[in-house]
Every structure is written in structure tokens, then in C-alpha cells.
């Protein structure tokens, strides 16, 4: 199996190069953020739950999110392997994740980070807010608060990978093609 952590701060482009990246090698793009928007769509206790921390810009409970994660892997039979889109987001998902995956005779191959400058993710987060209609995207209050828990509580997930040797900093600027080649060149070496 081939498992991928995508990760970068909020607007680094994880679900744009998910979406590039999934056909090519066969695998299943489990994104926290999206599972938790269609709960809320669908009104389920889920879905009530993590709206009252996403619309704050606040992480959704370890415990939540960990249970969501393991039972979307759970569902999915012979899979190729996953790109895990916005998890793990603390040091503790991260360790959790680890022992699942060991359980089930596997691992994460490595970590892709997106590195976009803070003012270029302010901008697309307000541009993206207009197209997707996200109300976490809308307001600048509750950007500059998911700004900072992904500096306080999810960059130490990078620290996590680069004592594993697994971290891949990729730059997250230039054409979407561009980005896309330079993550597939990354993980043709993962596959050596
Ligand atoms: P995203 O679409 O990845 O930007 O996620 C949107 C929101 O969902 C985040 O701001 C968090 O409130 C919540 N969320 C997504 N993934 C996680 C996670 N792994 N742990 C906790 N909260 C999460």
C-alpha cells in the first residue's frame, strides 16, 4: 500500500493536488475537512458536533476525528493505499494513525508539505470563500484563528515525519502542474 499525508496550512492547495494525484496511483483521498461538510449537510449528530469548533476555526476533538478517520479506512476493502488530506493535525492523531496503520501491516510512505507564504494563503482563502461558499473561508477573524492553531498545534506534525525521515517540503507556488510534478517526482522516490 501506498499512504500519503498531505498536509500545508489551510489554502496550501491539499485538496487541489489530492484531486491530481489520486488517479494516477489508484489510491482513495480521505479528506477530515470534507467528511466533516457533508455531516454537516446532512445535518447528522457528526455533522452538529463539528460545526460548533469549524465555524470558530477550531479543531474538531482527537477523539471525533480519530474515530471518523478509522472507520472511513475501515470501509474501504483492498485499497491501494490513501492520501490522508488534513490529517493527521496534531501530534496525537499522528500516533494514532501510526499504530492503525501498523496494525493493519502497513505505514505511512511519507509526508507531502505544502509550503505556501502566509500572505498567498490569505489571498486564495478569501478568493476560494467567494467559489466554495465556505463560511470558515469567509471571515477574516476565523482565518487568522485557523492560521494559528495550524501554527501551534499542526506544524509540530511536521516536526513528527522529519524525525521518521518521512517530511517532503514541496513548494506550493507556480501552476498547479507544476506543483503536481513535483509531488509525483517525490513520490516516485518514496516507491525506490
Ligand atoms: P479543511 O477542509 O481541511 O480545511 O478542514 C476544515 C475544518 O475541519 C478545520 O478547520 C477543522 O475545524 C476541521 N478538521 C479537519 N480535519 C481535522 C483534523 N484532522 N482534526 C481536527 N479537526 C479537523
Redesign the pocket.
Known amino acids: 500500500m501506498l499512504n500519503l499525508v498531505f498536509f500545508g496550512p ?1 489554502g496550501a492547495g ?2 487541489t493536488q489530492s484531486a491530481q494525484i489520486i488517479n494516477r496511483y489508484g489510491l482513495v483521498h480521505l ?4 467528511i ?2 457533508y455531516n454537516i449537510g446532512n445535518k447528522t449528530e457528526l455533522g452538529k458536533l ?1 460545526k460548533s ?2 465555524d470558530k ?6 477523539e ?2 480519530i474515530n471518523m ?1 478509522k472507520s472511513e479506512v475501515n470501509k474501504i476493502e483492498n485499497p491501494k493505499g490513501f492520501i490522508f ?6 501530534t496525537f ?1 499522528a500516533e494514532v494513525l501510526d499504530s492503525f496503520l501498523e496494525e493493519k501491516g502497513t505505514k505511512v510512505a511519507g509526508m507531502i508539505s505544502l509550503e505556501v507564504p502566509e500572505a498567498e494563503l490569505k489571498e486564495r482563502l478569501r478568493k476560494r470563500a467567494i467559489d466554495s461558499g ?1 463560511a ?1 473561508d469567509a471571515n477574516p477573524e476565523i482565518i487568522a484563528n ?1 492560521i494559528s ?1 495550524y501554527n501551534n498545534e499542526t506544524a509540530p506534525v511536521k516536526v513528527f515525519y522529519d524525525k521518521q525521515e518521512k517530511l517532503h517540503a514541496i513548494k506550493g507556488v507556480g501552476s498547479i502542474d507544476e506543483i503536481t510534478n513535483d509531488i509525483i517526482k517525490t513520490i516516485e522516490s518514496l516507491k525506490d
Do not use: H, M, N
Not at 57 to 62: E, I, M
Not at 85 to 90: E, I, N, S, V, Y
Open positions: 489551510p491539499k485538496g479528506s477530515t475537512g470534507d466533516f461538510r463539528a469548533y469549524i476555526g477550531q479543531l474538531v476533538p482527537d471525533v476525528t478517520l488530506d488534513g490529517f493527521p493535525r496534531t492523531q465556505r470558515d485557523r492553531v
